[in-house]
């Protein structure tokens, strides 16, 4: 089957770097997307990552290795908006997006 | 500005009672999503349109109906909704199936049934 993993909840103080990872097992890969979504919102789309290697945006990095079928999701200076669940998401060999659970991530002053 | 609109925001209906979802995108997309989500767990995909090629998910339910009138619009029609049924129910839409192209998503309805 396919499978996306994710740790449920993770905990953070403002200011600081957090790394939320995600593992993934699919029948083939067609890259990988990182979401946030704010509680009772939909999710926004953060990044997509294809290749192996790291993309920067902002304050926000994701990490992809497709060889360990893995990937994560970095926040710098956290800030108290960046509160929410992230979900991973990958494309499978029928560009069907197979979606994570979420992680929620709670910043603390 | 570009976007994809959901509505009712919130919706309330009767266990066994039909009820039908409304999305419409002004993006010009091809493909259209429906998503299941429950609190706490990821999205479920329901049924999904390119174009006008519709795609039932295997595991979806028959009490799950799907219309896509035009490239605007699509419809979510739960015909006897049962108590089970209660999440948010996201429409979201992409240019096209393959590659980078994320999907956007609306802002959601929320369905309770009391």
């Known amino acids: 089957g396919q499978n996306i993993d994710q740790p449920t909840e993770m905990t953070a103080t403002e200011g600081a770097i957090v790394q939320i990872n995600c593992t993934y097992q699919t029948s083939g890969f067609n890259g990988l997307f990182w979401y946030q979504q704010h509680a009772g919102e939909a999710p926004t789309f953060l990044s997509y990552n294809v290749l192996d290697g790291l993309e920067e945006k902002g304050r926000f990095s994701s990490f992809l290795s497709r060889s360990k079928g893995y990937s994560y999701l970095l926040l710098k200076e956290l800030q108290m908006k960046d509160s929410a669940s992230y979900l991973c998401a990958v494309k499978d060999s029928n560009y069907q997006l197979i979606w994570g659970a979420g992680t929620k991530l709670i910043i603390k002053p | 500005d570009a976007m994809v609109i959901q509505n009712p925001r919130y919706q309330v209906t009767q266990f066994g009672k039909p009820v039908t979802l409304s999305c419409s995108q002004t993006l010009n997309h091809n493909v259209m999503y429906w998503y299941q989500q429950k609190s706490s767990q990821a999205p479920k995909l329901l049924f999904h349109?390119?174009?006008?090629?519709?795609?039932n998910e295997a595991d979806t339910p028959d009490n799950f109906q799907s219309r896509r009138p035009n490239t605007s619009f699509c419809f979510l029609d739960i015909r006897s909704p049962g108590l089970g049924d209660a999440a948010m129910y996201l429409c979201?839409?992409?240019?096209?199936?393959?590659?980078?192209?994320?999907?956007?998503f609306g802002p959601g309805t929320r369905l309770t049934v009391t």
């Open positions: 349109y390119y174009d006008k090629d519709f795609n």
């Open positions: 979201a839409t992409s240019r096209d199936r393959s590659g980078s192209g994320e999907q956007y």
